[in-house]
């Protein structure tokens, strides 16, 4: 049976980091299962959490009176879903429900922030993979905010 | 500077600004805004000789106006043209409600090809946005045709919104055909939709493909152009191997009027279809 220290060495959101490091971090990790249609986390709820996805699909929704939930964003297996959970006041801005089964690794948000906090080596080796995602999401997220393919004016 | 189209079954030369008349024969509304004209190429007679992947035709809705659109069927089924049209503005609108059997004027084809000889031998990506998939449906269909000429072949399709999604019957068979790798991604869904929310440029991780052997093609909005370029680049592609199709004010078709002038270029005569290289730079002028 895979440790949780094998199912983190195998994501690619931690490739490249130091065994130490690992070692450090996986004190906070737990092997998490989520059946389809259940949510990860709801918009409002304690962002106490953060996950890298093994397998499975995750639609992130925003709850619009009148529409529904819409959903902006899916991530998918390999990829990391949640950031809330790094900046008071540490709540969800959105739903994540699972689209099929999803496995995961979840992290204890005051664990993990709190060995950042006594190690920043640690905070700034995660830092270091949290923000690239966070430009691209942002910059993805403008550029369908953008609406690009809505009506043109021509012709 | 000629004003003349050379027909290529018969070596004829006819006056590119006079148009042919061909009654449609089928139209599929695609989306609630999106429908694609069937013609008869038959019709046209020696008029038409065929067309090339990302050419266009100049089409003209009787008493409202003419519009570039490209010419979204097979280059190698000489019986039909296909134009796929969004309803944007008065003639658009004309076009894409045009009834069967309304007579409508084609001039073309005009413009440049997208080089699927060059990329023969390499990987091929196709990325679309939007309406931008109709001027790279040839393409598809030809590598589809010609699938040993090509290593990895990957189509990746970003629209609006799940009901925006163009050519969804064939969408579904091009997802089970085999060496063909389809990745599509929508703005927004509702929560029917299973498959991908987010930009298309983040479909490119999940394609198989080698960037430094990689050609790509692209056409959509430009923003969306600029991105999916950008994007390509940073996994290696380079830009001479990055192709796109511009959009501009194109009226003459020929390069005489000088609405469609981009730079040095005019999009009509030398384009639409440019070398990334040889546009990126203009594309970062405003004024252009």
Request: proline share 7%; charged share 20%.
């Amino acid at each position: 049976m895979k440790t949780i220290e094998d199912l983190l060495r195998s994501h690619p959101f931690t490739e490249g980091l130091e065994e130490a490091i690992l070692q450090l971090i996986a004190g906070c990790a737990t092997n998490v299962v989520f059946e389809a249609g259940s949510y990860l986390f709801r918009a409002g709820g304690p962002a106490d959490r953060f996950y890298l996805l093994r397998h499975g699909t995750v639609a992130l929704e925003l709850f619009v009176p009148g529409q529904g939930a819409q959903t902006f964003l899916t991530v998918k297996s390999g990829e990391m879903l949640g950031m809330t959970w790094l900046v008071p006041p540490y709540r969800w801005a959105y739903d994540a429900r699972a689209v099929e089964l999803c496995r995961a690794i979840a992290f204890d948000a005051t664990c993990l922030r709190g060995k950042c906090e006594s190690d920043p080596h640690v905070g700034y080796e995660l830092m270091k993979r949290f923000v690239p995602v966070l430009v691209q999401r942002l910059q993805a997220a403008q550029l369908q905010r953008a609406d690009l393919y809505g009506p043109a004016a021509q012709g | 500077m000629a004003t003349r189209l050379e027909d290529a079954a018969s070596g004829m030369r006819r006056d590119a600004f006079v148009p042919f008349f061909v009654p449609v024969r089928r139209r599929v509304r695609e989306s609630a805004d999106v429908a694609t004209l069937e013609f008869d190429a038959l019709e046209a007679g020696p008029a038409w000789s065929g067309f090339g992947p990302g050419q266009f035709n100049m089409v003209y809705a009787f008493g409202v106006g003419e519009i570039p659109v490209s010419i979204s069927g097979d280059p190698s089924d000489p019986t039909r043209i296909l134009h796929t049209i969004r309803a944007v503005g008065p003639v658009s609108r004309a076009l894409a409600t045009a009834r069967r059997g309304e007579p409508v004027g084609l001039r073309g084809p005009f413009g440049s090809r997208w080089p699927v000889e060059r990329a023969a031998g390499h990987d091929l990506l196709i990325v679309a946005g939007g309406i931008g998939l109709a001027p790279l449906r040839p393409v598809l269909y030809h590598a589809l045709r010609d699938r040993g000429a090509y290593g990895r072949v990957a189509l990746l399709y970003g629209a609006r919104t799940p009901q925006d999604l163009l050519f969804r019957r064939e969408l579904d068979v091009w997802r089970r055909t085999p060496g063909l790798q389809v990745r599509v991604a929508v703005d927004r869904a509702g929560p029917d939709w299973e498959g991908d929310v987010g930009f298309v440029t983040g479909q490119f991780p999940k394609v198989r493909f080698d960037p430094l052997e990689a050609v790509a093609m692209i056409c959509g909005p430009e923003l969306m152009i600029r991105a999916a370029a950008q994007s390509l680049q940073e996994l290696g592609v380079d830009a001479d191997r990055i192709h796109v199709s511009m959009e501009r004010n194109m009226q003459c078709a020929i390069g005489h009027c000088g609405h469609c002038q981009f730079g040095p270029k005019f999009v009509c005569k030398d384009g639409p279809v440019f070398p990334y290289s040889t546009v990126a730079p203009m594309m970062a002028i405003r004024e252009l």
